[in-house]
Structures are given as structure tokens and as C-alpha cells.
């Protein structure tokens, strides 16, 4: 059984025991989260799809830790002018282990 969830403006597919990388959550590691805003539930006898959620729906994680991902460069050239920008940037992240998926009613 997996789980399409919304969380930080970004959706997951999410299946029970697996570790997912989302968008940083202010929480402790070690700390129990419930993702209610449940898109899609596949289950055995075929997927339960929400409008846009699936009511009583939840998905309960473990946060295991928190981090940043890879560098990502930004480079601005105009042309014939000599401007050019460098920026780097790091996207903060939040790993979560998925516990248990719910599907009420």
C-alpha cells in the first residue's frame, strides 16, 4: 500500500517503512508528524483518489533528521556589459520515516 501526500507545496509517494526527504519541518528528531492531506490511498482492491483529499486520511511519520541538500549554482552573465553573479544555495530538508498509512470510514 502507498500514499500521495502534500506537504510543503511539493507531493511525496510515500509507502509504509521507507525514508522520504521533504521540505524542512521545525521538529525535533525523533518526533512523531500526521500528514492529513492525503491525495491518493492505493490499496489492494485499487486506489481510493481524493477531491482533492481523501477524508479521513492520514499518514504518520517519524522525523529521523534534518539536513541540507547539495549546493545548486547560480550563474547570471549579461552579455557584452561584464556582469556576472554567482549564488549558491542549499535547500534545508527534513527525513522522515513513514509508520503507518490510515484510511478511515
Known sequence: ???IIETGGKQYRVASGEKVA???LD???????????????????GPVVGNPFVPQASVT?????????????VFKQKARKGHRKL???????????????????
Not at 511519520?61 to 549554482?73: H, I, M, Q, T, Y
Not at 549564488?87 to 470510514?105: A, N, S, W, Y
Open 61 to 73: 511519520a517519524e522525523v529521523v533528521s534534518e539536513g541540507k541538500a547539495d549546493k545548486v549554482l
Open 87 to 105: 549564488r549558491g544555495h542549499r535547500q534545508p530538508f527534513t527525513e522522515v520515516r513513514i509508520k503507518e498509512i490510515k484510511i478511515g470510514g
Open 27 to 45: 521538529l525535533d528528531s525523533g518526533s512523531e508528524v500526521v500528514f492529513d492531506k492525503v491525495l491518493v490511498v492505493a490499496k489492494e482492491d
Open 22 to 24: 521533504v521540505e524542512k
Open 1 to 3: 500500500m502507498y500514499a
